[in-house]
Every structure is written in structure tokens, then in C-alpha cells.
């Protein structure tokens, strides 16, 4: 069960003809796919389409009501062969994952689909993960769509261009028999706006149609000497094919300008970006009237060299608006205008900046670069935008909080499983100095920053043990390798454990079996501990590793026994025993306990049940402020305050009441014996008759006791 | 024709994970939709969400006119710096970040800021005050903006038993920078639907707030309310001092009679005289060495040992304390546990002196006790079995100037005294200096014997340092280099600068 429910939200997806949609971008695509007739949907989550993942699962009564079928995809290339479907039957499936990460892993898939081309609507939907907010290296996925020959549609970021770019992909999917991507930048993702809907449509071929009526063609398939065919139906057919619909349907958008000897061409998904930087320059309105022609790239790959053609007449200069590097749209354009001859100046890159977002304020400066080397005529007279009292207010407040200013990496949230396994590392270190830690994609990875300052590496989801493949010699030390349940089923059990065990390593590797695929929003997985309606879940990790082949293998229940925790640890780096050692560190992951239990908590509560809630607390007058607690643990729940001593500087350590009582404060000043300060306090609300009858007796023997106390205190 | 005088109405929320900031947006979108307005919103969650920073971004352009109703308005997705009529903040170092982002600019923004403070894992992680200053950020943010907002909003929202983000909205709808009345945004909590007594209530407190309604009051730094008769005498023998140094005095005073009794704040002030005398001698008139000595003193006479952790834990005003800070509503039963871990060393730390080295030194001895205390202990403290325990260890405070720890607490600090008076002769700003590297010396087990072995370090390096131009800098750059890391690293590398090398002694 993931971590946002849309179980309501999935309602509109039964909007019918004319209605008015409002909602997230996410959940507009998938209106879009149910009213292309879609048979198929698959994907594997991860920011920014987690949530669009999330919106199919609660839709999933609806899908198969119009008989789409939905998989929960084991990896992107799972997903990206799922397509395969559409290469003979004229089935219309959909796929989605991030990007690039995910499309490195699809990639295989995508190119065997790509040669051999597609029969029915084959579409990827990508969630381009770049620019602020994004979780992995900063790449383009238009090198995929490059390589392998498929289409890469960029849509303008509102719903209705956005919903019309679904349906013409699979429209140009079959119109040219190739494999269609669309990609959606994060913002897009999550941008809340509305358009009119159209009825759903039920698909007219099914997979059941597919699978009683079985269809191959040995042309579609990628082997020798097909390959060398598919490679020239590419250029020669699907690529002409695509051009054309493109040009026909006029997915590209043309919007003309009077100063009409300059113009901006952009890729759809910056166009609102490029309008607010006209705006801002005073040469255009808010609703899009620009005073400088434009050409909007919906379809960013293939380029429509006619186009170009078209929009450069009688131009001296345009300026591409490209985000990321490297600049293949510029580059492109150039050799474009070059074979036509065409004397038209390109500006891109050498006026907007190669790398990086292009945000609101990036393009308006790069605009008004490029308009100041054309046509300066066209910018008002004078200091633009602020003048010097404000600038100088601007860089006095810039000033005043540069150095106060920290940053704020993600890290454990509050009463996380995973911080004891890195509090019980560092108690580790303590003992055996450091080791090489190989770390791996999920919030484990978080334990790079501090307070842990663990992991050398990570190599991509699912390869932290593969990722210490190579130190594998007898030496002084182990290596350890760190891996999440999510990569362990995505990939790692084979490209982790079973290669470990095959080459006879003799490192560590720990597994955090938190139940879901943690970081990417709570999705469930094979190994998710609870029973699931329509998935297998509840397969065990530990059989599987010993399933490969590790025979010593260890399966920790209560990853917050830091003392366990660490002994356990101690022994995998120092045991006798060969091959690889394998700890499943297995507990629930906290947000999603939390979010699972407490309105049941609440419920019993207002009920008039027995309920206990435990929460930790630090006695202000013991704590001397030295935050050692902090640094084996860095729970957000764990914090600073002004110490109430005047006679003390430091603040003192404070836990606050969003503690969950995980236990892991305790267990660490034991561990590491740090100081007496911490406390457990268990509340008990309804408490049971015996509850109030054992806190009547005690109140009186320790109050009789406390009194002496007070006594002596106010004699002193 | 001004083409571009239409513009939308723009608003950033920079967050934190789990403040509630999507819902915030939520509501504004929802106000203004039926307020007329085409609003669009955005967001960047992604893996911020786990306690990172997170910020929203929504648009929002009247409906007026035919052109509107034909023709959508283009609406931005992100923020773009000198364009951004409102700023919403829900912390302090957040709306410092808004501001370094430039998104908060005098030309236009109205900035709402909530003052509080979630501290930041360097500010956390610090081995002793690592806090960014808070005055230099609210400086900056009055500073960038063009209208300020601001006040402790996160308190209005506890004591309104509600979230921070129904707050800020009703500051936003206080400040009136939106064309919208106060039932309009009042309405869109109540179609959320989702606890909305208490958000309406933090609505109103923040709407208040925004109107420069009265604040909420932060507690008073502690004052010395009562003097005890027996204390009254020694009180009145700190009269001459300047402040600082006469508050802590008076401080250390109550803080050591507390700890043992008025004759043990009477050794305190003993102790201080020949310091308030050489102060008197060799000082600038600034009394700094004074009030850096009293201060310390008293902490270090004061030192944590088991008996007054003991004290402390069963004390009726601690009880109480772990009450209100659980948040316990009456009728809910409290009950309280301690993580204690005493080693050989606290417990021999306990005993006469004697005993006490004999424990340590007598192999046979030293190793049966560290096998009972091998693991740590859970003490509950509410149940009488625990209370009894601790109780029993508090009963040996009469006893404790025999103890070991105390015999070498008190050579410790006649030590540092010592040292003290003789430097101050020559150099009093280093004399304050080693009054405060004292400090050093603080916590429990492994984090006091590190703390120990960095003091001794930089006495060590006293006589070098002395040789430097700027002594009390130099000793003051080696605390600060004993406090950046619990390893050591740091100050093993200031050591290493300033030990001169062989050749370079000539």
C-alpha cells in the first residue's frame, strides 16, 4: 500500500465527454490512457511518476471494469518488455518509469522493441527526473530516444496538452510501427490544472484475443539477418512515416510574432517557462501573445527538417531554448539549416547556460542576451527590471544570511529501521576501524550524509553488492555492501548475491527489509510482510539468498537491537566462514507503520480501549550538550534546545513529541555508553482498573518518599 | 498598449517534509478557484520529502474579461526571482534559503516568515553550540523584502493543537495581499474537511498574528526567585562583583547547594576570592575573568556523578517535567524509564576513595564487577522497586566528599586554579581563556574521558602557546578545534601548526 492514496481522486478518472477534469498532471495521463483504448499498463515507480504508479493501483477496479490490465513491473526492464505485446497483436499498451535511470535499465528492451518495431500503440511514459527536486545524475533521456530510434514527444506542461499528447502518441506509434516516448518533466508532473474530458474507451482487440489466437512474424524479431533489415526500415520507412504524421497532425505549434526577422524555438515542456521570460522582458502577454515568433517543439526527436525550413524564411537569427547537455536539438538545427543553406544565426548554448534547469529566471536573462545581439531595438530603454537602492538591499540581505544558511539533505525520518544498522556500523568502526562500504539507491543511501558518513559509492539500484564485486582478495578487512529489499527483488538477487556467491566473495552484504519500496513512496513487494489481494507478497529474502547458494545468512527481526545489530556485524566481518555473509536487517518501515497504525490507534482510543504509546524523552538537567546521542542517530524527533542552565552555553538535546518511541535512543546510550539523560516515558491512555490500582500504590509510596525529599531540599 | 500589464499573482511555499506545505497550496488554490481566480499550482517533492526542504509554487490569474474566458492565461512553474508578490516561509533558516535564492526581492514581495527554528543536522551534530544565528537571518529576510511578516507561528499552532500550515494561511489571508475576504480562505478549510475546529482556530491565530496581534511570549531566562536563610549570607558576599560575574556567582551558589549544601557553596566562594582579587589586580575592569571563572567553577564542582544523576531522576519536579513534556492529558498514567549503564569506573567513582583505587586496581576485582555491568540497565523510575534504587544511590550524598571522584574532581580543578593564577599575572586574556577551556571537560564515560584528554592537551601546549603572539587566541582557536570533531583529528592538526618544527626553533 503505498504511501499517498488517490482512491478518491481515481473517481474522475470516469469522467465522461465534455466534463471538466481538474486535477494533477499524473492523474490526467491516466484519464488520457483509459481514453486512448489502452489494453495494457505497466511501470516501475520512482519520482516524479511514483504517484502515477500509485493512481493505477487504486484505480485498478476501474482499469479492469474497461478490461485494461495493470502489472506492478519487477524492474524497468520488465516494464519496457512488457511492450512486447504490441509488436504483433494491435494492442495499445503504456509502460512508465524515471528517467534516466529507469531507461538505463529498460534499455535492452527498448532496443529489441525499437528494431523490430511495434503493430499496435506502444508508449513510455517518462518521468524526466531532472533539475531541482531531482534524486539522480543529471543526464538527458533524448540520447535514448537518439539511439534506439523512438520518438520523444515533450509536451507543453498543461493538462490539455499534455492529455492530446497521450492519445497522438499512440496514434504516431502506429503510424510509423515505432515505440513512442513521452516525456514529463517533474513540475509537469505535479501540475494541478484541469481540461475536458472524453468518454473512456473499452479496447476493441484484448489480450485475451491475443493469447487465444496466437500471432508471430519473423520480421518484428531482432536477430540476423532481420536486424540489418529493421535498420533500414528505420531511415527509409518508420523514420519518413513519422515525420509526416508529425507535420500532418501539426503537433508542433506555430506562433507568430511582428518582430518576425528573429524567433525562439523551445521544446514544448519549457514553453510556459519561455512565455513568463518573454513576459518578463515586456515582449509578450499572459496569455502567450509574443512579439517574437515561435515554434513550439511538442515532438523534440525525430526534427522536422521542414519545418525548420519554414520558421528560419527571411529570419537573421533564432534561439533554441534546449535544457540539459549535451545541446543535440542545436547541434541538430545547425546541420538542418546547413544542407538547406539557410544564412540563419543559431543561438542556444552560448547565451542560456549548457547545463543546469532552465528556470524562470535563467531563460529571461537568456533571452534578453539573445534579443540585446539581435534586436536591442525591441527591449525597453533603461535598467530593466530593479534599480540600485533595492539592489542593494537584495545583496545586504543575500549577505546577512550566507553563512547561516545550512543545507538540508534528506536523511532517517523519525524512528527509521534503518538508522540503528548505520548507529550499530559506526559502533563497529569503533572496534575494527573502517571499512569499504559499497552503497546502493534507497534511503539507505541517506547514511552518506552526516551524522553517519557511511558508503563510498552507488553504482545504481540494486548494485551496492555488485558495486564491491572487485574487492574481493584476501585482505586485512571486508568489504561491505549495503542493498534495499526494493533493489534486492529489482535486480540485486542475482546481479548482487548470486554473483557473489559464483565469484566466491568473502564480503558483507546487508539487506534492509523494510517491507516496501521505502524511498520511492511505500510500494509494496514481493517480500512486503502483509497479505495483498491482488500481489504475491510475503516471499522471504533469506530464503532466497540461500536459494542462490549463501549458506551463512542471518535474518535480524528487530533491526532497533543495536547491540545485536552490532554483534551481528562484528561476526559476518570477522567469521571463519567463506563465501559471502548476508544480514536481512527486517523491520517496518516507520512512515509506513505510522501511517497504517495510528488511526487505528486513534480509533481505539476514542473507543475507550487500553491504548500505550511510547515516546523518549532527555533530562535537561543531566544533558551537558555534547550531542553525542545526536551523532549516532540524527532522527529528526532528536533535537537541540536552549540549554535552561545559565550557567551552560551548549543547547541541550531534546526529543520531541513527534518521537515514535522506536526505542533506538535507549539502545544507543547503552550500546555506546553515552550518558543517563535519556528516559522512555510510556503513556497510557483508558488505563485498565489494575493500571489505576498499581499507579495509586506507587503515587503513594513515591510521593511519601518525595516528600522527604523536598523537605531536605527546602531545608538546604 | 501595455500588453504586459495583466500578470498573475504569484506565491512560493518553501517548506519542510511533512509541514503540511501541499496542503497549504491545496487551500489557497481552492480559495482563489472559487474566488474567481484560474490557478495553477506546482511542486517538487521527490525525495525531500524525507525531512528535506520542499517547496510549492501556485499561480493565480483573475477571471475578468472575455479573454480570459477564450483564451487560458500562461501560467508559470517556477519561481522566478524579482517576480514574486508573496513568500511563504514555515521556518526561519527556509525563509533565510528564499532569500539566498533571491525569490524574496524589495521591489515586490510580501514575505511571511515563521520564526521558529527546526535545527539543522550541523547545528544538531555540533559538540557544542553550532546554532546559526538567528538574528543575522531575520535581519536578512526583513532586509529582502518588501513587506515582513513575521512571529513564532509554530507555537501559535501548538497552542492551537493544530499544524503550522493553517497558520501561515491565515497570515497569508491577514496580510491581504490577496483580493480575497477572510471567509473565502475560512471556507476552504472547511470544504477540506479535514480537522477543521482546530485548523479554523490556528487560521485565526495567524490571521491576528498577521495583523500585528500580540505574540506569544517566550519564557524569561531563569531568575533567582527565592534565597533560603541559609543562603542569604553567602548571596549577600557577592554584592561587589560586576555582572556577569555576580549572576553567576549567585547561581553557582544556589546550583551547589543544591548539589551538596551551603558549605559546599561556601567552598565555591572561597575559591573565587583570590580569583576576584588578581581580576581586581591585573584585569581591565571588565570583570571577565571573574565571571568566566565563577561560571565554570560552579559547573565543575557540580560534576556529574551517579548520586546526582540519581538525585535528579526522582525528584517530584522532574516527574512533573516528564509530564508536561510527554504532553500526558490527565487521566493518562505516565510511567518512566531509565537507560543507566554504570561501568567500574562510575561505580569505584562512588566509593571512598581508597576502596574505590583498590577496585581499580585489584585485577580479580576489577573484572568480576565489569562482567555485572557488562550491558546496561532499565530502571523504572515510577515503579517503587526502581525509585528505591535510585533513591538508595541519592542516600549516599552525604558521603560524597569521600569519594573517589570527588578527590579527584578537587585536585582537577585546584589545578586549573592554580594555572589560572599564575597566568593571569602575566596575561590575563589567556587566564580568561583557560577559565572557559574548562568546558571542555563535561558529559559521561567515554565523552568526559575525551573531553578530559583535550584539556590536558592544550595545557600541554600552554607554554608554547604563551610564546605565541596572541596567546589567548591561539588556546581559544585549540578549543574550537577540540570541539569540531570527536575524534581528535581536528586538534591534532591545530597541535601540529603551531609545535614549532625542529629547524625552525633555532
Same mark, same amino acid.
Given at each position: ?716 | ?99 539566498? *535564492? ?28 553550532? *546554532? ?58 472547511? *470544504? ?88 581586581? *589586580? ?21 560534576? %556529574? ?5 540519581? %538525585? ?25 524509564? %531509565? ?168
Amino acid at each position: 500500500m503505498a504511501e499517498r492514496s488517490f482512491r478518491d481522486e481515481v473517481e474522475k478518472l470516469k469522467l465522461g465527454d465534455g466534463a471538466e477534469f481538474h486535477g494533477e498532471g499524473i492523474l490526467a495521463v491516466t484519464k488520457a490512457l483509459l481514453q486512448s483504448g489502452v489494453s495494457y499498463v505497466a511501470g516501475y515507480q520512482g519520482a516524479p511518476i511514483s504517484h502515477l504508479m500509485d493512481v493505477l493501483a487504486d484505480a485498478n477496479e476501474i482499469l479492469e471494469g474497461l478490461g485494461v490490465h495493470f502489472e506492478n513491473s519487477a524492474s524497468e526492464a520488465t516494464a519496457a518488455a512488457t511492450l512486447a505485446a504490441s509488436v504483433n497483436y494491435p494492442l495499445r499498451g503504456a509502460v512508465t518509469f524515471k528517467s534516466t535511470v529507469g531507461t538505463n535499465v529498460a534499455s535492452d528492451a527498448l532496443a529489441n522493441l525499437a528494431s523490430g518495431g511495434v503493430t499496435g500503440g506502444a508508449l513510455i511514459i517518462i518521468g524526466e527526473d531532472y533539475g531541482e527536486g531531482s534524486s539522480i545524475m543529471q543526464e538527458r533521456v533524448h540520447a535514448f530516444a537518439m539511439k534506439s530510434q523512438m520518438w520523444l514527444l515533450d509536451p507543453r506542461p498543461n493538462l490539455p496538452s499534455i492529455v492530446n499528447a497521450v492519445e497522438m502518441s499512440f496514434e504516431l506509434s502506429e503510424a510509423s510501427n515505432t515505440p513512442v516516448m513521452l516525456m514529463l518533466r517533474i513540475r509537469a508532473c505535479h501540475v494541478y490544472g484541469r481540461f475536458t474530458a472524453k468518454a473512456n474507451k473499452r479496447p476493441e482487440f484484448g489480450l485475451a484475443d491475443a493469447l487465444e489466437n496466437p500471432r508471430r512474424d519473423l520480421s518484428r524479431i531482432a536477430m540476423p539477418p532481420m536486424t540489418y533489415i529493421h535498420e533500414k526500415d528505420k531511415w527509409e520507412k518508420r523514420w519518413p512515416d513519422a515525420v509526416k504524421f508529425v507535420e500532418d497532425r501539426r503537433l508542433n505549434e506555430f506562433f507568430d510574432g511582428d518582430a518576425n526577422d528573429i524567433g525562439i524555438v523551445m521544446q514544448g515542456g519549457l514553453y510556459n517557462t519561455t512565455i513568463r521570460a518573454l513576459m518578463l522582458n515586456k515582449l509578450a502577454d499572459a496569455f502567450g501573445d509574443s512579439k517574437i515568433p515561435l515554434y513550439v517543439m511538442n515532438v523534440t526527436y525525430p526534427l522536422v527538417d521542414k519545418e525548420f525550413v519554414r520558421f528560419c524564411a527571411g529570419k537573421k537569427a533564432i534561439l533554441i531554448v534546449e535544457e540539459g547537455q549535451p545541446d543535440y536539438i542545436e547541434q541538430a538545427v545547425n546541420t538542418i539549416l546547413r544542407r538547406a543553406d539557410i544564412q540563419t544565426r543559431v543561438y542556444g548554448k552560448d547565451v542560456l547556460p549548457m547545463a543546469g534547469e532552465y528556470t524562470g529566471g535563467v531563460v529571461r536573462d537568456g533571452i534578453r542576451k539573445f534579443i540585446e545581439k539581435t534586436r536591442p531595438d525591441l527591449l525597453p530603454a533603461g535598467a530593466p527590471i530593479s534599480d540600485a537602492p533595492l539592489k542593494q538591499r537584495e545583496s545586504k540581505a543575500a549577505a546577512l544570511v550566507a553563512t547561516d544558511v545550512h543545507g538540508r539533505p534528506p536523511s532517517f525520518c523519525t524512528g527509521c529501521p534503518e538508522r540503528p544498522i548505520f548507529a550499530a556500523m559506526k559502533l563497529v568502526e569503533r572496534e575494527l576501524g573502517p571499512h569499504h562500504v559499497s552503497a546502493d539507491i534507497g534511503c539507505h543511501l541517506f547514511s552518506i550524509f552526516p551524522p553517519f558518513n557511511v558508503g563510498a559509492t552507488t553504482m545504481g539500484y540494486g548494485l551496492g553488492a555488485a558495486g564491491a564485486s572487485a574487492l574481493n582478495v584476501k585482505a586485512g578487512k571486508r568489504a561491505i555492501a549495503m542493498m534495499g529489499d526494493g533493489g534486492f527483488w529489482h535486480n540485486g538477487l542475482t546481479s548482487g548475491v548470486g554473483n557473489a556467491v559464483f565469484n566466491k566473495s568473502d564480503n558483507v552484504l546487508i539487506i534492509v527489509d523494510n517491507g516496501y519500496s521505502a524511498a520511492t513512496g511505500g510500494q509494496d513487494i514481493p517480500s512486503s510482510f502483509h497479505p495483498h489481494a491482488s500481489r504475491g507478497t510475503q516471499n522471504s529474502i533469506e530464503k532466497a539468498v540461500r536459494g542462490v547458494g549463501v549458506t551463512w545468512a542471518k535474518t535480524i527481526d528487530h533491526t532497533y537491537d543495536v547491540a545485536l545489530m552490532r554483534d551481528t556485524l562484528r561476526e559476518a566481518l570477522t567469521t571463519e566462514e567463506e563465501g559471502p555473509k548476508v544480514i536481512i536487517a527486517h523491520s517496518e518501515c516507520m512512515l509506513n507503520k505510522q501511517r497504517r497504525m495510528r488511526p487505528l490507534w486513534r480509533k481505539a482510543a476514542d473507543r475507550g480501549e487500553r491504548v500505550v504509546r511510547e515516546r523518549f524523552g532527555v533530562d535537561a538537567d543531566t544533558c551537558t550538550g555534547d550531542h553525542s546521542c545526536i551523532r549516532l542517530s540524527g532522527c529528526p524527533s532528536l533535537t537541540i534546545a536552549p540549554n535552561p542552565d545559565p550557567l551552560r552555553r551548549e543547547p541541550v538535546t531534546k526529543v520531541i513529541n513527534s518521537c515514535v518511541g522506536c526505542g533506538l535512543c535507549g539502545e544507543v546510550s547503552h550500546a555506546a555508553v553515552l550518558c543517563p539523560s535519556f528516559y522512555r516515558a510510556t503513556l497510557i491512555t483508558n488505563p485498565s482498573g489494575w493500571d489505576i490500582f498499581k499507579d495509586r500504590i506507587r503515587t503513594a509510596v513515591i510521593g511519601f518518599f518525595q516528600r522527604r525529599i523536598e523537605r531536605r531540599l527546602a531545608a538546604a | 498598449m501595455d500588453t504586459t500589464a495583466q500578470r498573475p499573482i504569484t506565491i512560493a511555499i518553501l517548506a519542510m517534509g511533512g509541514e503540511g506545505g501541499g496542503v497549504l497550496a491545496e487551500w489557497i488554490v481552492d480559495a482563489a478557484e472559487h474566488a474567481g481566480f484560474i490557478a495553477q499550482m506546482t511542486s517538487v517533492p521527490g525525495v525531500a520529502q524525507r525531512t528535506g526542504a520542499t517547496n510549492y509554487y501556485v499561480e493565480l490569474f483573475p477571471k475578468l474579461g472575455a479573454r480570459s474566458n477564450a483564451l487560458p492565461p500562461v501560467l508559470g512553474l517556477t519561481p522566478v526571482p524579482g517576480d514574486v508578490d508573496v513568500v511563504i516561509a514555515s521556518e526561519l533558516m527556509e525563509a533565510g534559503r528564499a532569500v539566498q *535564492r533571491g525569490l524574496v526581492t524589495p521591489n515586490r514581495t510580501t514575505f511571511i516568515v515563521s520564526t521558529n527554528r527546526v535545527y539543522s543536522m550541523t547545528e544538531r551534530i555540533a559538540m557544542a553550540d553550532g *546554532r546559526a544565528d538567528s538574528a543575522a537571518l531575520l535581519e536578512g529576510c526583513k532586509s529582502a523584502a518588501k513587506t515582513i511578516i513575521h512571529g513564532d507561528l509554530a507555537q501559535l499552532a501548538e497552542a492551537t493543537g493544530s499544524v503550522i500550515s493553517a497558520v501561515l494561511f491565515g497570515a497569508l489571508a491577514g496580510s491581504k495581499v490577496l483580493p480575497m475576504q477572510r471567509m473565502a480562505f475560512e471556507a476552504a478549510i472547511h *470544504r477540506g474537511g479535514v480537522g477543521v475546529k482546530q485548523s479554523i482556530a490556528a487560521f485565526g491565530a495567524g490571521y491576528a498574528a498577521a495583523e500585528g496581534g500580540p505574540q506569544p511570549v517566550k519564557a524569561e531566562a531563569a531568575v533567582i526567585a527565592h534565597i533560603s536563610p541559609t543562603l542569604a549570607p553567602l548571596m549577600a558576599e557577592t554584592g561587589s562583583a560586576a555582572e556577569p560575574a555576580r549572576m553567576f556567582m549567585r547561581l553557582g551558589i544556589e546550583k551547589l547547594a543544591d548539589y551538596q549544601d551551603a558549605a559546599y557553596a561556601r567552598d565555591y566562594l572561597d575559591r573565587l576570592k583570590p580569583i576576584a582579587e588578581t581580576d581586581k *589586580r591585573h584585569g581591565n575592569g571588565s570583570g571577565m575573568l571573574l565571571a568566566e571563572v565563577a561560571r565554570e567553577l560552579a559547573l565543575g564542582m557540580a560534576y %556529574e556523578d551517579t548520586v546526582r544523576v540519581a %538525585e535528579l531522576k526522582i525528584r517530584p519536579s522532574r516527574f512533573e517535567r516528564v509530564r508536561a513534556e510527554v504532553q500526558a492529558a490527565d487521566g493518562q498514567i505516565v510511567e518512566i524509564a %531509565e537507560f543507566l549503564h554504570p561501568r567500574v569506573q562510575e561505580i569505584a567513582d562512588t566509593l571512598p576513595a581508597s576502596t574505590g583505587r583498590w577496585l581499580l586496581n585489584t585485577g580479580w576485582a576489577r573484572r568480576f564487577v565489569e562482567r555485572l555491568t557488562k550491558s546496561g540497565r532499565v530502571v523504572k523510575t515510577s515503579s517503587i522497586r526502581g525509585f528505591l534504587q535510585l533513591y538508595a544511590i541519592a542516600a549516599l550524598k552525604p558521603k560524597r566528599r569521600r569519594s573517589l571522584r570527588y578527590a579527584n574532581e578537587q585536585a582537577f580543578l585546584h589545578e586549573w586554579l592554580r594555572t589560572i593564577q599564575t597566568v593571569a599575572a602575566t596575561n590575563y586574556a589567556l587566564a580568561t581563556e583557560i577559565a572557559t577551556a574548562r568546558t571542555l571537560v563535561k558529559g559521561y564515560s567515554d565523552t568526559h574521558e575525551r573531553g578530559r584528554r583535550s584539556y590536558d592537551m592544550l595545557m600541554q601546549m600552554l607554554p608554547r602557546i604563551m610564546e605565541m603572539p596572541d596567546p589567548a587566541a591561539a588556546l581559544a582557536a585549540l578549543r574550537k578545534a577540540a570541539l569540531a570533531d570527536d575524534t581528535g583529528t581536528a586538534l591534532g592538526l591545530a597541535i601540529k601548526d603551531i609545535r614549532p618544527l625542529p629547524q625552525a626553533a633555532e
